[in-house]
C-alpha cells in the first residue's frame, strides 16, 4: 500500500469540503429560498431551455430519476414548468416567471460566494483547483 496512513482518503477529504462550500453556498442562497443544488438545476434550466429530463441529468452530471425528483420539487415551488417533449416519453423543462426571479436575486448572492472563495484561495489556487477538479 501507497501513502502513509496519516494521509487522507481524497474521496473522504472531498466530500468533507464539498460539504463545507454546500453550506456557505446554501446559507447565502436562504434568503432567496433555494439551495445550491436547486440553483444549479434552475441555471441549468435557463441555459437549456426548454430542455428534456434526459438533456438536463447528462448536463448535470447526475441520473435522470434524480433529476426528475428535483424538478418536480422546483414545479412545485412554481419555479420550472414541465411540458410533453417532441417525444411523448419525454417531458421538457422550462423556467417560470418566478424561477427567472429567484434566479435575478440568487445570481449576485451565488457569484459573491465565488468572490469569497477566490479571494480566501487566492486567484492563482483558485484557478489550480478548477483545474485539478476538472481532471477528475
Not at 502513509?4 to 432567496?32: E, G, M, V, W
Not at 423556467?95 to 449576485?108: C, D, T, V
Request: glycine residues 8%; positive net charge.
Amino acid at each position: 500500500m501507497t501513502g502513509s496512513s496519516s494521509r487522507s482518503c481524497y474521496c473522504i477529504a472531498l466530500r468533507a469540503a464539498s460539504r463545507r462550500l454546500t453550506a456557505l453556498y446554501d446559507a447565502a442562497l436562504q434568503p432567496a429560498g433555494i439551495n445550491v443544488a436547486q440553483f444549479s438545476l434552475l441555471r441549468n434550466v435557463e441555459r437549456a431551455q426548454p430542455v428534456s429530463l434526459t438533456e438536463l441529468g447528462r448536463r448535470m452530471e447526475l441520473d435522470r430519476s434524480t433529476v426528475g425528483r428535483n424538478v418536480r420539487l422546483l414545479q412545485r415551488m412554481g419555479l420550472v414548468r414541465m411540458t410533453p417533449g417532441s417525444d411523448q416519453r419525454e417531458a421538457s423543462v422550462g423556467l417560470e416567471p418566478a424561477g427567472r426571479e429567484i434566479l435575478s436575486q440568487a445570481i449576485p448572492v451565488w457569484q459573491g460566494v465565488q468572490d469569497r472563495i477566490q479571494a480566501q484561495l487566492g486567484e492563482e489556487a483558485a484557478g489550480q483547483l478548477r483545474d485539478l477538479l476538472a481532471r477528475l
